[in-house]
Nanobody
């Protein structure tokens, strides 16, 4: 049972990245998937979440309008498209699951993948 986050990298300000969160050993259909990030010296914070019901998506104020979360149940994968990236988006990005519906805080997510580093710099 594993969650694999990928797609991070070094990108210039204004650039885009698509992060992927792929599950193996279980299916994501009935789970909410959250994306979180943690910058050096800072607490882990929520970025976005998609519930098991189509259409229930949530975004942090800091990324709203620049991020789009989506899920492809056939591929057992959730994506986070990030556009107009800023240096303050630099962090390790994690995905995590919880049953059914999104929740606002880190401690309400049950299962975490390893992170993927996103660095926004010129």
């Amino acid at each position: 049972v594993q969650l694999q986050a990928s797609g991070g990298g070094l990108v210039q300000p204004g650039g885009s990245l698509r992060l992927s969160c792929a599950a193996s050993g279980f299916t994501l259909d009935h789970y909410a998937i959250g994306w979180f990030r943690q910058a050096p010296g800072k607490e882990r914070e929520g970025v976005s979440c998609i519930g098991s019901n189509v259409g229930s998506t949530y975004y942090a104020v800091s990324v709203k309008g620049r991020a789009t979360i989506s899920r492809d149940n056939a591929k057992n994968t959730v994506y986070l498209q990030m556009n107009s990236l800023k240096p303050e988006d630099t962090a390790v990005y994690y995905c995590a699951t919880r049953a059914s519906s999104c929740a606002p805080t880190v401690d309400l997510y049950d299962f975490w993948g390893q992170g993927t580093q996103v660095t926004v710099s010129s």
